[in-house]
């Protein structure tokens, strides 16, 4: 089975500043990953997902995450949060063929405005 | 939109009580999971289904179990809740489609007390 990593539990940031969060992961095949968002009081929901191809992705609402294979990382960012940034970041991964996810431990942002 | 919906938002049960808690896809998916998500632990699979009446264990199944007899629904069933049961529970579907790589959609949860 995958394990995951979260670097960061909690992340405060101001308005305007760049985020970004550390993800890890170890298992040495052909894997998929997420990064899934909880906003307070709203159902965690799917930001952005790397398959196949260009390395650097983007998902929905100006996040973005490279994946390096040689370190086995898979680093969200954003150059400039909002305070409706302010969630709960889950980062996750299967092995190819795999259905089950496997999460790391969240990393809790709170963007202060 | 992929819907996934559960029984309940808040639910307070007693300590030794049976426990049904309940979701349905509208997808027409054929896999489905039970998670707990707790401070701290991120999200850790209780059980999951990938067709009618099939089942496995995820990484935390004791004291739990499940049933699929539709293939849109999911039960997770607390034969006897215990206080350390309280937590949020979360239910998600995924198609077998491979080129999605079998993303999950989630449920809104449900926060479980036992006191």
């Known amino acids: 089975a995958q394990s995951v990593s979260q670097h960061n539990h909690h992340v405060i940031l101001s308005e305007a500043a760049s985020l970004e969060l550390g993800c890890n992961y170890s298992?040495?095949?052909?894997?998929?990953l997420f990064w899934y968002v909880q906003y307070p009081g709203q159902h965690l929901q799917l930001l952005l997902k790397y398959f196949s191809g260009d390395p650097l992705v983007k998902g929905i609402k100006g996040f973005e995450a490279e994946f390096i294979k040689s370190k086995f990382s898979f680093n969200l960012r954003k150059p400039s949060v909002q305070w409706s940034d302010t969630a709960e970041y889950f980062c996750a991964v299967n092995a190819l063929g795999d259905y089950k996810l496997s999460f790391g431990a969240g990393t809790t942002v709170t963007v202060r405005a | 939109d992929v819907k996934v919906t559960q029984s309940s938002r808040y639910l307070v049960k007693r300590t030794g009580e049976k426990v049904f808690l309940e979701c349905v896809q509208d997808?027409?998916?054929?896999?489905m999971f039970w998670y707990r998500q707790d401070p701290g632990l991120g999200l850790r699979l209780i059980y999951f289904?990938?067709?009618?009446?099939?089942?496995e264990k995820g990484d935390i199944p004791e004291g739990y179990s499940v049933s699929r007899e539709k293939k849109e629904r999911f039960s997770l069933i607390l034969e006897s809740a215990s206080t350390n049961q309280t937590s949020m529970y979360l239910c998600?579907?995924?198609?077998?489609?491979?080129?999605?790589?079998?993303?999950?959609?989630f449920g809104p949860g449900t926060r479980l007390t036992v006191t």
């Open positions: 997808m027409d998916h054929e896999n």
């Open positions: 998600a579907s995924s198609s077998l489609t491979v080129l999605v790589g079998y993303e999950q959609y």
């Open positions: 289904s990938y067709d009618v009446k099939m089942k």
């Open positions: 298992y040495g095949g052909t894997v998929n």
